[in-house]
């Protein structure tokens, strides 16, 4: 006979019940308090959505949830604030579609998509997205300021950045242009830039929905070593910046070290910060600071 689970009304026992290490459990728990900790392990261990963001450069949301329901696929609209999003009813290979190859959607959670509707960016203007591949919020960029104006898109990986490239050319964003090179010193000849997007490497608790393993691989020595990182990135984006322009920082993890205490180390005005957590927005959890130069 199997015994039975600890209560989870405290952080050891909520720990063995959810199937979480203690520490993240103990640093959630010290950050949101014990109901919503609770809530927030329970959606970890739940599936998560399907969204597609349709690109705006190739087809309408409408043209392409047409084109699905016609193969059989369901979608509902993402809402007000993502006209762009389709959320998906039921199983499907986003990859396997013919509308994937041809660049008419990709798929991006709503907590990724609300990071490019953050920085804002405008037709004409110069936009340094560091730490850009595979592309996603890149070529959401792209297609927000209609393919007008240039996007140099940063990656440190050779074999990301050719990856970058290929998937920009599928999407029709002829804006960016992708540089091999390393955030955290990044300077680029043409500087200054009217937007800059950090959106770092992290330790990625907010997409533990899709990546339940990362619970385990995840420690705090290994957090505290991507925060010295974040924080490297934030400072050659502060020297990339024009004056009066936007800074946005933004992860996919629920870790103060690696969010709010970024931020407000990283010598730029917070305007704006906004947590999206899986239980309660429905998508990944997700930090998004906007930061004034």
């Known amino acids: 006979e199997l015994a039975a689970l600890p209560a989870d009304d405290t952080p050891a026992g909520a720990a063995i019940a959810h199937s979480y290490p203690p520490w993240l459990v103990e640093l959630w728990w010290e950050r949101f ?26 087809a309408s949301p409408e043209e392409v949830r047409s084109a699905l329901a ?12 993502l006209p762009e999003a389709l959320l998906v009813e039921g199983a499907f290979d986003a990859h396997g579609h013919a509308l994937y190859a041809a660049g008419a959607y990709t798929a991006q959670s709503r907590g990724a998509m609300l990071v490019a509707r953050a920085l804002d960016p405008q037709p004409g203007e110069r936009v340094l997205d560091l730490c850009a591949a595979p592309g996603g919020k890149t070529t959401h960029i792209a297609a927000l300021m209609g393919d007008e104006g240039e996007i140099v898109a940063v990656e440190r990986h050779p074999r990301r950045a050719a990856a ?10 002829s804006s960016v242009r992708v540089v091999s090179a390393d955030a955290r010193s990044y300077v680029d000849p043409g500087a200054p830039f009217d937007r800059v997007l950090v959106d770092p490497p992290c330790s990625g608790l907010g997409t533990l929905q899709g990546h339940p393993d990362l619970r385990w691989r995840m420690s705090p020595a290994a957090i505290e070593t991507l925060a010295t990182a974040q924080a490297q990135m934030l400072a050659a984006a502060r020297a990339a910046v024009a004056p009066g322009g936007t800074v946005v920082y933004a992860t996919c993890t629920l870790s103060p070290g690696e969010n709010e205490a970024r931020a407000a180390a990283s010598g730029l005005p917070v305007k704006s910060e906004r947590l999206l957590l899986p239980h309660r927005d429905r998508t990944d959890g997700f930090y998004i600071a906007c930061l004034s130069a």
């Open 70 to 81: 016609m193969s059989d696929v369901a979608t509902r609209p993402g809402g007000d604030e």
């Open 164 to 173: 970058l490239v290929r998937n920009c050319e599928r999407m029709g964003a």
């Open 33 to 58: 308090g014990p109901a919503e900790t609770r809530a927030l392990l329970r959606a970890g261990n739940a599936p998560g959505e399907l969204a597609l963001r349709v690109n705006t450069l190739r």
